[in-house]
Nanobody
């Protein structure tokens, strides 16, 4: 599975960005998808995840109410709409795919170890 993330950039605090991640596989609709972020010297951090059907979404407390994850299975694409951005949201954002069973996805959805495939990352910089 190849994942291609895009949509990052430089934005002022309070602004918005939408990240996209396109998957190469037609079986995209059977994958749980997630977004993580990482800053230099820190561990990769969970941001949001969405189940294969899109019925279930989960967020880190730090982004809840500001970020929205969604997917379009017809386009093999997952999105992360980021509103009310803060300087502390500055990071490289990665999309990831979980090809695990449904049980495994639900038990590991917040951990980077629960995802098998990763995109290349897209930089988001929020200026104060």
């Amino acid at each position: 599975v190849q994942l291609q993330a895009s949509g990052g950039g430089l934005v002022q605090a309070g602004g918005s960005l939408r990240l996209s991640c396109v998957a190469s596989e037609r079986t995209f609709s059977s994958y749980g998808m997630g977004w993580f972020r990482q800053t230099p010297g820190k561990k990769r951090e969970f941001v949001a995840t969405i189940s294969w059907s899109g019925d279930s979404t989960y967020y880190a407390d730090s982004v809840k109410g500001r970020f929205t994850i969604s997917r379009d299975n017809a386009k093999n694409t997952v999105y992360l709409q980021m509103n009310s951005l803060k300087p502390e949201d500055t990071a490289v954002y990665y999309c990831a795919a979980s090809t695990a069973s449904r049980y495994s996805y639900y038990t590991s959805r917040y951990s980077s170890s629960g995802y098998d495939y990763w995109g290349q990352g897209t930089q988001v910089t929020v200026s104060s």
